[in-house]
């Protein structure tokens, strides 16, 4: 044997890192499943299924392949490293760039040495040589110049089909007892068995944990949901969870699907005709826009960027958040209460419910981000990281995104059928029966309007708070809320 590969947990390809070119008669192959992944925080055990069944399938794939695999237990990934080489004495680890910034020190520490991280459409190098070149870290810039360097959707310089987003024509609301086409579920087999009984958990049928039932997942998404996805991508409905998302993000962050695999076969079914623009174009930016530039941020920004507080948020996590029978909030109740069925909500909820919640609360910014980290599927370091810190609860002055996305229960009403059987009114803002949306939104900009008032993009808000007869009142009521809120009663 010449070489140990380690294959952490986010890096189950066979095509792609460290495993590309590999050789069962050259490779021993190390996989550790380290107990600080495992116990080391309150993880989702949906999440740690799924992350441990994919990976002890990956295992077994390349045992039948003829690999020698070592898969072990131990304390952390360099314990589980150690035990690996004393039983393979003198071989070199070698692993594709980890994903975030502590395992790449502790692997390098170590004595590893790195092939390219290609789980990602974009180099390192490439996406740091943009930004490095750029006034604002724009995600629309860096898509736009993504559609042309890959030459997705685009006629020459050109967006297909006239503009480079299709964003008006993706804002439906929910329509009534919407139901949709069914999603698929998974078998478990006896893999799945021997981890579920090991965490004490009864998974759900939702998320597969081989790479054939990630490409079928991505099969289903194509045949059945992606002509549908754009234009009730923003809805969010208590009729159904997922609505026509694609449900693909686990497997494209714990590597079952390689995002060149996904862009593949949804530009196939776009050729064909029967998917129009304002879908196909919406899933794209996802994938080879939103996904390539978070990361690119993720390493640009660097290990610092994730302890930014800079609207100085000091409020302890909300007890909502882990308990949804500690809220009124019909949006937040089912919310939380999906996430604890399958630890996943689209990323509506996650942005305009929970991360806005946050935001208006003024929750410690690292304290929410633990707290999603730690409940999502697919959340990955370098997915939470720029998503809460910049995008969901403004934490970074501004760096990745201009405005900070605080809104009212009116967005929340409009975009979901939540409101209804609330016992919180969106219209209201004072009162026993305001929605606490609507008057943490305004209490937000009303603590914050100086920083605020200078940005062009905030502005109006800003002065929207001039026409508030009431203001007095929303002020002592926004306080009312934020107890109840701590005690678990509003
Ligand atoms: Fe949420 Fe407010 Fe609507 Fe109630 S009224 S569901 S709290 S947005």
């Not at 686990?250 to 862009?263: D, F, K, M, R, T």
Request: net charge neutral.
């Amino acid at each position: 044997m010449k070489r140990i590969i380690y294959i952490p947990f986010d890096h189950l390809h066979r095509n792609f890192g460290a495993l590309k070119g590999a050789n069962p008669k050259e490779d021993v192959i190390a996989l550790v499943e380290s107990a600080r992944m495992t116990t080391g925080r309150n993880w989702h055990k949906e999440r740690l299924f799924f992350l441990i069944s994919s990976a002890r399938h990956f295992a077994k794939s390349l045992e039948d392949e003829g690999f020698t695999v070592e898969y072990v237990k131990a304390a952390t990934t360099i314990d589980g490293l150690n035990k690996i080489t004393e039983k393979h004495k003198n071989l070199l680890i070698t692993c594709a760039e980890p994903s975030s910034f502590r395992q790449f020190e502790a692997l390098k520490n170590h004595g590893v040495s790195f092939v390219e991280n290609d789980f990602f459409l974009t180099p390192r190098p490439l996406f740091s040589a943009w930004a490095s070149d750029q006034k604002s870290y724009l995600m629309e810039s860096f898509y736009r110049a993504q559609r042309i360097r890959l030459g997705i959707l685009v006629e020459g310089n050109k967006p297909t089909g006239g503009a480079w987003n299709f964003d008006k024509e993706n804002r439906l609301p929910p329509p009534k007892k919407y139901d949709g086409p069914p999603y698929l579920e998974n078998k478990r087999d006896v893999i799945d068995v021997e981890v579920a009984e090991e965490l004490g958990h009864t998974p759900t049928t939702t998320w597969a944990t081989t790479r054939k039932g990630a490409l079928a997942q991505l099969k289903n998404f194509i045949d059945n949901h992606f002509a549908e996805f754009g234009p009730l991508e923003d809805a969010m409905t208590t009729d159904n969870w997922a609505l026509h998302h694609s449900l693909l993000s686990p497997y494209l962050n714990n590597g079952l699907l390689h995002p060149s695999e996904v862009i593949d076969a949804a530009l196939k079914a776009f050729k064909t005709g029967d998917i129009p623009i304002e879908s196909a174009e919406g899933f794209i930016r996802q994938v080879i826009g939103w996904r390539e530039y978070v990361n690119g941020m993720y390493w640009f920004l660097g290990p610092t960027y994730r302890e930014n507080n800079q609207l100085n948020a000091n409020r302890n996590l909300l007890p909502l958040f882990t308990d949804p029978n500690k809220t009124q909030m019909n949006c937040i109740k089912e919310t939380v209460t999906d996430i604890d069925n399958r630890a996943w909500v689209h990323h509506i909820p996650r942005l305009m419910l929970l991360s806005n919640l946050a935001l208006a609360t003024g929750t410690n910014p690292q304290q929410f981000l633990d707290w999603m980290r730690e409940v999502f599927i697919d959340a990955t370091e370098w997915v939470m990281v720029p998503n809460v810190i910049g995008m969901g609860v403004h934490a970074d002055g501004g760096k990745m995104m201009t405005k900070p996305y605080a809104a009212g229960g009116a967005y929340i009403s409009r975009m979901s059928n939540y409101c209804k059987p609330c016992v919180y009114n969106p219209k209201l803002r004072v009162g026993e029966t305001a929605c606490p949306f609507t008057t943490l939104y305004w209490d937000f900009l009303d603590r914050h309007k100086e920083t605020f008032v200078k940005n062009h993009r905030m502005s109006q808000q800003v002065f929207g708070l001039n026409r508030l007869s009431d203001l007095p009142e929303l002020k002592l009521r926004a306080q009312e809320v934020l107890s109840g809120l701590e005690e678990g009663t509003i």
